[in-house]
Nanobody
Framework: QVQLVESGGNLVQPGGSLRLSCEAS????????IAWHRQAPGKERELVAA????????NDANFVKGRFTISRDNVKNTGYLQMNRLQPEDAAVYYC??????????????WGQGTQLTVSS
């Protein structure tokens, strides 16, 4: 059974930092692209950052560029989203997404349950 479990969401003050984790079980995360999405109340879910499978490149949305960094630890089978200089508009539920990119898993697309980030003084 495949599971993606996000953790690390919390209440932080504006300007603060936080790291979200996405621990995978039941799959080898190395073979999947990882994406972080977020959804704030009343808004559409939006892509925040993504990193390709097998050591490929990473990209992030313009609204987090220079502040957020996506990474992965293949030994721990875990993805991360390091978030710096957080602003109130970053508050949302953050979701981890693993997307199959190989011929053996191209139909696979998994989501975690989400973790809440609140940014407030």
């Amino acid at each position: 059974q495949v599971q993606l479990v996000e953790s690390g969401g919390n209440l932080v003050q504006p300007g603060g930092s936080l790291r979200l984790s996405c621990e995978a079980s039941g799959l080898t995360l190395w073979n999947y692209a990882i994406a972080w999405h977020r959804q704030a109340p009343g808004k559409e879910r939006e892509l925040v950052a993504a990193i390709a499978s097998r050591g490929g490149s990473a990209n992030d949305a313009n609204f987090v560029k220079g502040r957020f960094t996506i990474s992965r630890d293949n030994v721990k089978n875990t993805g991360y989203l390091q978030m710096n200089r957080l602003q109130p508009e970053d508050a949302a539920v953050y979701y981890c997404n693993a997307i199959g990119t190989q011929s053996s898993n191209s139909r696979e697309n998994y989501w975690g349950q989400g973790t809440q980030l609140t940014v407030s003084s």
